[in-house]
T-cell receptor
């Protein structure tokens, strides 16, 4: 069975600073995908970044980058130059080799950006 | 805007009733997924359809059912509603059957009273 662990229930960061949100995963699948989503207080789920288990390079999307350490089974999200609009809940999720698009989510981390 | 459209956005109904949640996937996406987000269970995968056929099933209750129509829109039917069914229900879509970026709609807030 697959599992995602996000150990930081809440985080604070100063505006314009970088912040790392932790995510560790457990899977026995040889091939898998890792996703990060942002959920603002309004409720929608916004896709941020994707990392495939066989991707050679860490994924980056604008101010978002993924620190993927396969041997340690971690996929931490790094947000650079934090903005007030980054305040939200962040979810890490994994999709296994079943290729069904079934995502297993972690419990999420609430990020608050201070002005 | 993800391109995934869900209606209604908010719904309040009584226990024992039945509701239907509707989803239009992004243009060109063949897969539709339904997820439930509640305070106690977190985000849970319910079911996936690909091009009209059921592809994967998660922890979906027997009181719940879904389908994907020929025009690729999908409906999630929730019947004999209980207080514990109160949750945010997400529809999501992707191009293929898996390992594609999965885009979520804004969700349908269901409150059962």
């Amino acid at each position: 069975a697959q599992k995602i662990t996000q150990t930081q229930p809440g985080m604070f960061v100063q505006e314009k600073e970088a912040v790392t949100l932790d995510c560790t995963y457990d899977t026995s699948d040889p091939s898998y995908g890792l996703f990060w989503y942002k959920q603002p207080s309004s409720g929608e789920m916004i896709f941020l970044i994707y990392q495939g288990s066989y991707d050679q390079q860490n994924a980056t999307e604008g101010r978002y980058s993924l620190n993927f350490q396969k041997a340690r089974k971690s996929a931490n999200l790094v947000i650079s130059a934090s903005q007030l609009g980054d305040s939200a809940m962040y979810f890490c999720a994994i999709e296994g080799s079943s290729n069904t698009g079934k995502l297993i989510f972690g419990q999420g981390t609430t990020l608050q950006v201070k002005p | 805007d993800s391109g995934v459209t869900q209606t209604p956005k908010h719904l309040i109904t009584a226990t024992g009733q039945r509701v239907t949640l509707r989803c239009s996937p992004r243009s060109g996406d063949l897969s539709v997924y339904w997820y439930q987000q509640s305070l106690d269970q977190g985000l849970q995968f319910l079911i996936q359809y690909y091009n009209g056929e059921e592809r994967a099933k998660g922890n979906i209750l027997e009181r719940f059912s879904a389908q994907q129509f020929p025009d690729l829109h999908s409906e999630l039917n929730l019947s004999s509603l209980e207080l514990g069914d109160s949750a945010l229900y997400f529809c999501a879509s992707s191009v293929g059957r898996g390992r594609n970026t999965i885009y979520f709609g804004e969700g349908s807030w269901l409150t059962v009273v």
